[in-house]
């Protein structure tokens, strides 16, 4: 099992471009996260799908910020335009509806927007 | 409005002895708790959780504590290894049918050989 797979592990851009960040979630989880994580925020939830249908996008900071899950193995987490403010961390996780609440999380995308 | 608060942002501890991080949070809603551990360039991993009807539930080295009189929980790591140093988060979640944690920001452990 490879876990949770996170593309890119790093991403510089510069202001104003657009930024996809990828997800695959563990085979068989049916729920999926992302997150951003900042020093001053830590831990935030962006949105979260069930059955790649997404539930609660409350977290999402701006109409800059945009996820799909075409599929049950695969998300993305997109930028548009980027700003200097959107650097961090971003998370994916995903979860098994048959555990009771553990999440798996990914490696992480470290966003740096100069 | 932070509902999940870790106030030490770090804390250093002796190797072998105890090492006790703490949670508070405001909701009295929040019905599970839990606690994952994150080192440098990973993604968090579950540690250990505790449901609210409980005060404690114990795992190996680890044991949460939940005062809910106080909306309290903290955890205690008995005894403290040099491989514990990491950050520490906490988490809370309301079981309404929806699968939202709500994070603390974290407390750094650095555990001192």
């Known amino acids: 099992d490879a876990g949770v797979i996170q593309s890119p592990r790093h991403e510089v851009t510069e202001m104003g471009q657009e930024v996809t960040l990828r997800c695959k979630p563990i085979?068989?989880?049916?729920?999926l996260f992302w997150y951003r994580q900042t020093m001053m925020r830590g831990l935030e939830l962006l949105i979260y799908?069930?059955?790649?249908?997404?539930?609660?996008d409350s977290g999402m900071p701006e109409d800059r910020f945009s996820a799909k899950m075409p599929n049950a193995s695969f998300s993305t987490l997109k930028i548009q335009p980027s700003e200097p403010r959107d650097s961090a961390v971003y998370f994916c996780?995903?979860?098994?509806?048959?555990?009771?609440?553990?999440?798996?999380f990914g490696p992480g995308t470290r966003l740096t927007v100069l | 409005d932070q509902q999940v608060k870790q106030n030490s942002p770090s804390l250093s501890v002796q190797e072998g002895r105890i090492s006790i991080l703490n949670c508070d949070y405001t909701?009295?809603?929040?019905?599970?708790f839990l606690w994952y551990k994150k080192y440098p360039a990973e993604g968090p991993t579950f540690l250990i959780s505790?449901?609210?009807?409980?005060d404690k539930n114990e795992d190996g080295r680890f044991t949460v504590f939940l005062n809910k009189s106080a909306k309290h929980l903290s955890l205690h790591i008995v005894p403290s290894q040099p491989g514990d140093s990491a950050v520490y988060f906490c988490?809370?979640?309301?079981?309404?049918?929806?699968?939202?944690?709500?994070f603390g920001t974290g407390t750094r452990l650095k555990v001192l050989a």
């Open positions: 996780a995903s979860r098994f509806s048959g555990a009771l609440y553990e999440q798996f």
């Open positions: 085979s068989g989880h049916n729920s």
């Open positions: 799908f069930n059955n790649n249908v997404p539930i609660d």
């Open positions: 909701n009295s809603m929040f019905d599970y």
């Open positions: 505790i449901s609210s009807i409980k």
């Open positions: 988490a809370a979640i309301h079981d309404s049918g929806t699968y939202k944690y709500i």
